[in-house]
């Protein structure tokens, strides 16, 4: 058994595929029409066709189920371009307590998508306000170890 992706089903495929390769920078690496694979293994399917695969026409959007999760190491450059663009907030962006900064936002079909900061990134941003490892590692509520690998890998 292997995990290939995640599914999502769209009213409107170029709508949908447009938003996705603008606003987040993925590209199509499958194209069936109905189903266009994106680079990462996310896979939208027109809603029409998945409800016809599934055999049932219960299925509705949204429903706010879960959300699609990214990370981006130059969060306010991700911030700052995605002003561009007429996004409709889940929330503004904020700092979660361990101090990783996220937004989420809504697609067209008002799938939530989550971008948060690498936690690497964190990590790099509390060191470089003077914090020490293990300072970081209480601030984060992370292992020392995970602070300290992270920086070896720079």
Known sequence: MKYTGTLIAVTDMEKSRQFYHDV?????????????????????QTMDTWKSFIRTDKAVLPNYAGELYFEEEDLDAFLENLKQ?????????????????????????????????KLDA????????GLSAEETAVRMDIP???????LNKE
């Open 24 to 44: 987040l920078g993925m590209k199509a690496v499958a194209d069936f029409g109905a189903n266009v694979t994106l680079d990462g293994g996310l896979v939208m």
């Open 85 to 117: 663009f007429d996004i409709c907030y889940v929330h503004p962006p904020f700092e979660h307590r361990w101090g990783q900064r996220v937004v989420r936002f809504y697609d067209p079909d008002m799938h939530i998508i989550e971008v948060g900061e």
């Open 122 to 129: 964190v990590i790099r941003r509390f060191m470089e306000q």
């Open 144 to 150: 020392v170890d995970y602070v300290t690998a992270c």
